[in-house]
């Protein structure tokens, strides 16, 4: 769909704006105004994911990895789908990875590791 599209091209944004070069080729006068317009979408409400969506494995508030608390959701085709299926439950965030596979975290989450396989969005 074109929300999982919009979504991985997000994260890949914000992922070029962390490791500050994009995989594409982009002028450098258009490269803080591409990451702060990534990162604009993803915390604005009501935006594709309605909350923070980062690329990689969902961290805590100490920068590791959140291993407390995750729930296995199942599989699901797009990071969309998987980020509804979370909503409807009581968590803190939702991690998609590229094999499909979809975990609910009910223990903080502060943003996502970087990583270009996973997607971790950050509910508000």
């Given at each position: 769909?074109?929300?999982?599209?919009?979504?991985?091209?997000?994260?890949?944004?914000?992922?070029?704006?962390?490791?500050?070069?994009?995989?594409?080729?982009?002028?450098?006068?258009?490269?803080?105004?591409?990451?702060?317009?990534?990162?604009?979408?993803?915390?604005?409400?009501?935006?594709?994911?309605?909350?923070?969506?980062?690329?990689?494995?969902?961290?805590?508030?100490?920068?590791?990895?959140?291993?407390?608390?995750?729930?296995?959701?199942?599989?699901?085709?797009?990071?969309?789908?998987?980020?509804?299926?979370?909503?409807?439950?009581?968590?803190?965030?939702?991690?998609?990875?590229?094999?499909?596979?979809?975990y609910l975290h009910t223990e903080e989450v502060l943003v996502?590791?970087?990583?270009?396989?996973?997607?971790?969005?950050?509910?508000?």
């Amino acid at each position: 769909s074109s929300a999982a599209f919009l979504i991985f091209v997000q994260a890949e944004v914000i992922y070029s704006c962390f490791q500050q070069q994009f995989l594409f080729e982009v002028s450098p006068k258009m490269f803080p105004l591409l990451c702060v317009f990534a990162l604009a979408l993803a915390v604005i409400p009501g935006s594709v994911a309605n909350g923070m969506v980062t690329p990689g494995y969902c961290l805590n508030n100490k920068l590791q990895d959140q291993n407390k608390g995750v729930k296995y959701m199942g599989t699901t085709e797009t990071a969309v789908e998987c980020f509804d299926k979370c909503r409807a439950k009581v968590g803190k965030g939702c991690e998609w990875s590229k094999n499909r596979r979809c975990y609910l975290h009910t223990e903080e989450v502060l943003v996502g590791s970087g990583d270009r396989h996973v997607v971790c969005l950050v509910f508000p």
